[in-house]
């Protein structure tokens, strides 16, 4: 269950965002479909999605929602794959790694999880 304490409207990029897809910010403060675990990941989109250049619902602190690419454990910090579905964030070494929270659930690619909403980075030093 969505339980969000602040929403933020961002418009999408010329590009439509499917609802529970992890999104990224641009360079012209818009948002887009993430592509990597490095992109600068803001949450999920809201259960309506997006249509190209429209408006897009994402939740900045609570409990959100997001569609999943891999397994997650519950507890586990949760970042973006290639095709914007959430994974478990793993640092690598000299590389931010942008997570958009904190799974409240475990699940596996193609569930619709709980995450914490809690934005920030994972790092390793160099080996």
């Given at each position: 269950?969505?339980?969000?304490?602040?929403?933020?409207s961002?418009?999408?990029?010329?590009?439509?965002?499917?609802?529970?897809?992890?999104v990224?910010?641009?360079?012209?403060?818009?948002?887009?479909?993430?592509?990597?675990a490095?992109?600068?990941?803001?949450?999920?989109?809201?259960?309506?999605?997006?249509?190209?250049d429209?408006?897009?619902?994402?939740?900045?602190?609570?409990?959100?929602?997001?569609?999943?690419?891999?397994?997650?454990a519950?507890g586990?910090?949760?970042t973006s794959d290639?095709?914007?579905?959430?994974?478990?964030?793993?640092?690598?070494?000299s590389?931010?790694?942008?997570?958009?929270?904190?799974?409240?659930q475990?699940?596996?690619?193609?569930?619709?999880?709980?995450?914490?909403?809690?934005?920030?980075?994972?790092?390793?030093?160099?080996?």
């Amino acid at each position: 269950m969505s339980n969000a304490l602040l929403v933020k409207s961002y418009t999408a990029t010329a590009v439509a965002i499917d609802p529970f897809l992890i999104v990224a910010a641009t360079a012209l403060d818009k948002v887009m479909a993430a592509v990597a675990a490095t992109d600068l990941l803001r949450g999920t989109a809201g259960s309506m999605g997006a249509p190209a250049d429209g408006l897009v619902d994402v939740d900045m602190v609570g409990v959100s929602k997001v569609k999943l690419g891999g397994t997650v454990a519950n507890g586990e910090p949760i970042t973006s794959d290639g095709a914007s579905k959430g994974i478990k964030a793993l640092p690598a070494n000299s590389t931010q790694v942008r997570i958009i929270g904190f799974a409240l659930q475990a699940g596996v690619a193609g569930d619709l999880i709980d995450y914490h909403v809690a934005p920030g980075c994972l790092s390793k030093a160099s080996a």
